[in-house]
Nanobody, 117 residues
Framework: QVQLVESGGGLVQAGGSLRLSCAAS????????MGWYRQAPGKQRELVAS???????NYADSVKGRFTISRDTAKNTVNLQMNSLKSEDTAVYYC???????????WGQGTQVTVSS
């Protein structure tokens, strides 16, 4: 079992920045793709960014050039640096760990990001 705990959400003005962090209960980066998803009210949950076990990153078109996903293996954390935030980035952001080997997927409890225009 893996526990994921997100932090760093909050209220920010458009054009501002936030940094989200996801702390994993144990070392999993060698076996799990880590991802950040978000879900806005009335919308489906969508992938924002991911980083594979090999370090390959992937971004939704809507955040390319503005968001950066990274991981700190020593601290078992995955971070999402969000710059140039827009009102449409407002959502609950979730951390996910997905193992292609065990086919298990773990989710954090989510953290609210609100961007005021």
């Amino acid at each position: 079992q893996v526990q994921l705990v997100e932090s760093g959400g909050g209220l920010v003005q458009a054009g501002g920045s936030l940094r989200l962090s996801c702390a994993a209960s144990r070392s999993i980066f060698s076996i799990c793709t880590m991802g950040w998803y978000r879900q806005a009210p009335g919308k489906q949950r969508e992938l924002v960014a991911s980083i594979s076990t090999g370090g390959t990153t992937n971004y939704a078109d809507s955040v390319k050039g503005r968001f950066t996903i990274s991981r700190d293996t020593a601290k078992n954390t995955v971070n999402l640096q969000m710059n140039s935030l827009k009102s449409e980035d407002t959502a609950v952001y979730y951390c996910n760990a997905n193992s292609p080997i065990t086919l298990r997927s773990y989710w954090g409890q989510g953290t609210q990001v609100t961007v005021s225009s």
